[in-house]
């Protein structure tokens, strides 16, 4: 995928051009329908998404806590925590997202892996997490 598009989705926009590069080759893209349910309470998270286009709802116990956009993540506080997720996201319109796994993120450099998750602590911090990790 082409790195450009990585860096604009606000995760991937402060690593070097280097670290985009290497991410995208491990980047896939998807498409996805409206109504498609893209995570479930109480899965593992195995994959980090960032929504390049379209929109989703979260879900908790059927309740919306959060609609989502382009730029915004779903997943990432799965790289840090490990814990099963707390809620659904269902796509609202038809999505092209970019798609993550930990494997993929496992097989950067030690320096990759720290800064992106230094990002995510940082986001975390100022209140900017996933709803749904």
């Known amino acids: 995928m082409d790195e450009n ?16 590069h290497r991410l ?5 893209e998807t498409s996805l329908a409206e109504g498609q349910i893209m995570m479930k309470q109480g899965d593992y998270s195995t994959e980090l998404i960032a929504i390049e286009e379209g929109t989703a709802d979260v879900l908790r116990d059927g309740q919306r806590i959060a609609s989502l956009g382009p730029g915004d993540l779903i997943g990432e506080m799965g790289l840090l925590s490990r814990e099963p997720r707390n809620a659904d996201v269902v796509a609202t319109s038809p999505m092209r997202v970019i798609k993550l796994t930990h494997w993929e993120i496992r097989r950067m450099s030690e320096d990759t892996i720290e800064r992106i998750q230094q990002i995510i602590r940082e986001r975390q911090q100022a209140g900017v997490g996933d709803p749904a990790h």
């Open 24 to 28: 995208s080759a491990f980047a896939t």
């Open 5 to 20: 598009r990585l860096k604009a989705i606000p995760l991937f926009s402060q690593l070097s051009d280097a670290e985009a």
